[in-house]
């Protein structure tokens, strides 16, 4: 009897730590994922010394190929369709640009996975690459877990529609500010720019920022100067207008 | 009624020529395509001068882009699962000897791919690499017409357990020809390569070989020396051997 109340009391917490990373990972990919030990495996790094059940090592850099693999499909797809007119070079080219490291940096970073990383190292001591490396790596989880279709549709919902725009790509559009200012004029909408002081953990001075288009605020950002933080609320902005600029334009 | 009878016997033989072509396609692919303009578009270069009903220039070189990058995807899912204990580096490394220019070109001279193609110039000024984007292209068109799981279907079933031994890629076979041998001995079966001389169209020597086990032809090769068409003929045993030999290891 006692031993299986110790058992019970050792699972108890593991399923609740389970329970939070389903709704977590829930939440991130917009749908229900059907076997959690691939977005776990996304997560572990080599350091954490982790086995599978034939006793070869875990770690997410496997799946980080898979995810690239996949990524640069879905991507290619993308442009095939999107852009009829660009040869091969261009469709070389601005797939390059979408699946930058930089660019994958970002991505890991606003889906926050870092937070899932298990390590016996400090995620932070990783360097800025740890973010698009766990992004690529959770790309190849949602793909073992639900197939092809589903990861295109991730890509489609939470990437493309909210993370790329051609125009920008091709250096079109000069910046997001110039752009969100253009259109609010074209709309005779009135905007402006809230922007306030901190200073961050290491001392380092931030700039807040708060986008009011007619006196509602339709985006934030933080950034260590104020033309950044409010280049990046502009970008936020146009995404999350996105539909209705294109609409109008 | 003259100008009924004229479209008709205009349109007919064009009619045939895409009854011929889908057939082929359809023998090429294993499963019957839905649309045929996709599998043109693969053939047809740029010397055609084609416009599409955009006015849009037609050719391969689009569809090469996306059928590279499912090519990629698809194999690299195949290692993925088919070498659990490999790392990212080996994944990396199998994939390039996989899709290598070398081992494209081959598959699209098999697959008789240059037959279909649309041009200005004749497809053998192209040089050798011709076969390998075509190829590429094909696999594109598969994508646009049936989708992500065809195309998968097709790699695997007309690539992968036909052209894909990873001992090979890893170098640990030395010859097909010394795997073929090494089997009928443990088998406890007769074989022997038959060989016969020709000239091929420009007065270069051919060579043409028979390989027999159990005095059952298996496989043929020809090639501009014997040994050459020795090996052709023992892979060929191989794969067409290999789930036997896979089992009875």
Not at 13 to 18: A, G, H, L, R, Y
Not at 80 to 96: A, I, Q
Not at 225 to 239: H, P, V
Request: proline fraction near 2%; charge should be positive.
């Amino acid at each position: 009897m006692r031993r299986i109340l110790k058992k019970i009391l050792k699972k108890s917490p593991s399923s609740n730590q389970d329970g939070v990373f389903f709704e977590k990972i829930s939440q991130i990919l917009g749908f229900k994922p059907n076997t959690l030990k691939y977005y776990e495996k996304a997560f572990t790094h080599r350091s954490a010394n982790k086995l599978d059940e034939k006793g070869n090592p875990i770690s997410y850099e496997r799946l980080e190929f898979l995810g690239d693999a996949m990524l640069g499909s879905v991507i290619a797809a993308h442009l095939y369709n999107k852009v009829p007119t660009g040869d091969e070079g261009y469709l070389t080219k601005m797939r390059s640009k979408i699946v930058s490291r930089e660019h994958l940096n970002e991505l890991g970073r606003d889906f926050k996975l870092v937070q899932f990383v298990e390590s016996k190292v400090n995620p932070s001591h990783f360097g800025d690459n740890i973010h698009g490396n766990i992004f690529e790596a959770f790309i190849g989880a949602i793909y073992l877990d639900k197939g092809f279709e589903y990861c295109e549709k991730f890509i489609h919902e939470k990437i493309i529609k909210q993370y790329v725009n051609i125009e920008r790509l091709e250096g079109k559009v000069i910046s997001y500010k110039s752009l969100i200012i253009e259109w609010c004029q074209k709309e005779k909408k009135s905007f402006r720019f809230d922007v306030f002081e901190d200073n961050g953990k290491e001392g380092i001075k931030y700039f807040g920022v708060k986008l009011f288009i007619d006196e509602e605020v339709v985006s934030k950002a933080r950034a260590t100067s104020k033309k950044k933080a409010e280049e990046t609320a502009s970008k936020r902005a146009f995404f999350a207008l996105q539909d209705l600029i294109e609409k109008k334009q």
